[in-house]
């Protein structure tokens, strides 16, 4: 069984930067695919960035230009860096592997961390 665990999240002031992270752990051979989603109070979860084993990574258009995904093989992690943020970036995040081929070459689909606050004061 795959588990991810988010960390990271805060409270920073407009303008600020945080960076999140991701572990992956259980007994994994490959990530395919890395989603960070988020979920503002009331709102419906969107996709805010991906990025596929050595792929082009691609944001949404809210977070493009302030938000770089990055991700290490080796350690099973992904990372978020999030600049510029506004008050309009306080959301839960969440990390998201749709694919997830394990040692034994099964596959485990749709993982989901348990998501990490951030809040950012104007």
């Known amino acids: 069984q795959v588990h991810l665990v988010e960390s990271g999240g805060g409270l920073v002031q407009e303008g600020g930067s945080l960076r999140l992270s991701c572990q992956a752990t259980g007994s994994i051979s490959s990530i395919n695919t890395w989603f960070w989603y988020r979920q503002a109070a009331g709102n419906q979860r969107e996709s805010v960035a991906a990025?596929?084993?050595?792929?082009?990574?691609t944001y949404a258009d809210s977070v493009k230009g302030r938000f770089t995904i990055s991700r290490d093989n080796a350690q099973n992690m992904v990372y978020l860096q999030m600049d510029s943020l506004k008050p309009e970036d306080t959301a839960v995040y969440y990390c998201?592997?749709?694919?997830?081929?394990?040692?034994?070459?099964?596959?485990?689909?749709?993982?989901w961390g348990q998501g990490t606050q951030v809040t950012v004061s104007s």
């Open positions: 990025i596929a084993s050595g792929g082009t990574p």
């Open positions: 998201n592997a749709p694919w997830v081929v394990l040692s034994s070459g099964g596959l485990e689909r749709d993982s």
